[in-house]
Nanobody
Framework: QVQLVESGGGLVQPGGSLRLSCAAS????????MGWYRQAPGKQRELVAN???????TYADSAKGRFTLSRDNAKNTVYLQMDSLKPEDTAVYYC?????????WGQGTQVTVSS
Protein backbone atom coordinates (compact mmCIF):
# COMPACT_ATOMS: atom_id res chain seq x y z
CA GLN A 1 0.00 0.00 0.00
CA VAL A 2 1.38 3.35 -1.05
CA GLN A 3 1.66 5.97 1.69
CA LEU A 4 2.80 9.57 1.43
CA VAL A 5 3.60 11.43 4.63
CA GLU A 6 4.06 15.17 4.37
CA SER A 7 5.66 17.53 6.83
CA GLY A 8 7.05 21.03 7.06
CA GLY A 9 4.06 23.30 6.66
CA GLY A 10 3.28 26.17 8.99
CA LEU A 11 2.98 29.91 9.39
CA VAL A 12 5.68 32.15 7.98
CA GLN A 13 6.03 35.86 7.35
CA PRO A 14 6.22 37.25 3.83
CA GLY A 15 9.75 36.85 2.49
CA GLY A 16 10.38 33.85 4.69
CA SER A 17 11.17 30.25 3.84
CA LEU A 18 9.75 26.81 4.47
CA ARG A 19 10.79 23.35 3.40
CA LEU A 20 8.18 20.71 2.78
CA SER A 21 9.05 17.02 2.87
CA CYS A 22 7.16 14.05 1.52
CA ALA A 23 8.23 10.53 2.44
CA ALA A 24 6.88 7.66 0.37
CA SER A 25 6.55 4.00 1.20
CA UNK A 26 5.12 0.92 -0.42
CA UNK A 27 6.41 1.68 -3.89
CA UNK A 28 9.54 1.71 -6.03
CA UNK A 29 10.16 5.37 -5.34
CA UNK A 30 13.12 5.81 -7.66
CA UNK A 31 11.03 5.40 -10.82
CA UNK A 32 8.02 7.41 -9.70
CA UNK A 33 7.25 10.97 -10.75
CA MET A 34 6.90 13.14 -7.66
CA GLY A 35 5.21 16.47 -7.40
CA TRP A 36 3.70 19.11 -5.18
CA TYR A 37 0.32 20.68 -5.80
CA ARG A 38 -1.50 23.34 -3.84
CA GLN A 39 -5.06 24.42 -3.33
CA ALA A 40 -6.07 27.80 -1.97
CA PRO A 41 -9.59 28.42 -0.60
CA GLY A 42 -12.06 28.75 -3.43
CA LYS A 43 -9.53 27.78 -6.07
CA GLN A 44 -8.69 24.65 -8.00
CA ARG A 45 -5.76 22.48 -7.11
CA GLU A 46 -2.73 23.47 -9.17
CA LEU A 47 0.68 22.05 -9.90
CA VAL A 48 3.55 23.74 -8.11
CA ALA A 49 6.41 21.56 -9.35
CA ASN A 50 7.24 18.00 -10.27
CA UNK A 51 10.37 15.94 -10.67
CA UNK A 52 10.98 12.96 -12.92
CA UNK A 53 12.81 9.82 -11.91
CA UNK A 54 15.96 11.14 -13.57
CA UNK A 55 15.77 14.43 -11.72
CA UNK A 56 14.34 16.72 -14.38
CA UNK A 57 12.08 19.30 -12.78
CA THR A 58 9.16 21.40 -13.98
CA TYR A 59 7.89 24.47 -12.14
CA ALA A 60 4.76 26.54 -12.35
CA ASP A 61 5.47 30.12 -13.35
CA SER A 62 4.52 31.24 -9.85
CA ALA A 63 7.21 28.99 -8.37
CA LYS A 64 10.08 29.65 -10.76
CA GLY A 65 13.05 31.32 -9.12
CA ARG A 66 11.64 30.92 -5.61
CA PHE A 67 10.95 27.21 -5.10
CA THR A 68 13.32 24.29 -5.52
CA LEU A 69 12.19 20.70 -5.78
CA SER A 70 14.58 17.84 -5.13
CA ARG A 71 14.45 14.15 -4.36
CA ASP A 72 16.52 11.72 -2.36
CA ASN A 73 15.87 8.25 -3.74
CA ALA A 74 17.85 6.63 -0.93
CA LYS A 75 15.38 8.09 1.58
CA ASN A 76 12.28 7.81 -0.63
CA THR A 77 11.73 11.49 0.04
CA VAL A 78 11.06 14.58 -2.02
CA TYR A 79 11.67 18.11 -0.76
CA LEU A 80 10.17 21.43 -1.74
CA GLN A 81 12.29 24.37 -0.61
CA MET A 82 10.19 27.51 -0.72
CA ASP A 83 11.91 30.88 -0.44
CA SER A 84 10.71 34.47 -0.75
CA LEU A 85 7.24 33.36 0.21
CA LYS A 86 4.30 35.61 -0.58
CA PRO A 87 0.80 35.81 0.91
CA GLU A 88 -0.55 34.36 -2.34
CA ASP A 89 1.41 31.18 -1.66
CA THR A 90 -0.99 30.46 1.19
CA ALA A 91 -2.66 27.12 0.48
CA VAL A 92 -2.83 23.49 1.42
CA TYR A 93 0.09 21.76 -0.25
CA TYR A 94 -0.31 18.17 -1.40
CA CYS A 95 2.38 15.70 -2.28
CA UNK A 96 1.68 13.60 -5.37
CA UNK A 97 3.25 10.41 -6.64
CA UNK A 98 2.63 9.12 -10.15
CA UNK A 99 3.53 5.50 -10.79
CA UNK A 100 2.43 3.42 -13.75
CA UNK A 101 -0.38 5.86 -14.54
CA UNK A 102 -1.74 5.70 -10.99
CA UNK A 103 -1.75 8.86 -8.92
CA UNK A 104 -1.40 8.89 -5.15
CA TRP A 105 -1.90 11.83 -2.80
CA GLY A 106 -0.73 12.85 0.61
CA GLN A 107 -3.05 14.25 3.24
CA GLY A 108 -1.95 17.83 2.68
CA THR A 109 -0.06 20.33 4.79
CA GLN A 110 -1.12 23.92 5.41
CA VAL A 111 1.20 26.75 4.43
CA THR A 112 0.18 30.21 5.60
CA VAL A 113 2.15 33.30 4.63
CA SER A 114 1.08 36.26 6.73
CA SER A 115 2.50 39.05 8.82
Amino acid sequence: QVQLVESGGGLVQPGGSLRLSCAASGIIFSIAVMGWYRQAPGKQRELVANIMSGGRTTYADSAKGRFTLSRDNAKNTVYLQMDSLKPEDTAVYYCNLLYKSTSYWGQGTQVTVSS
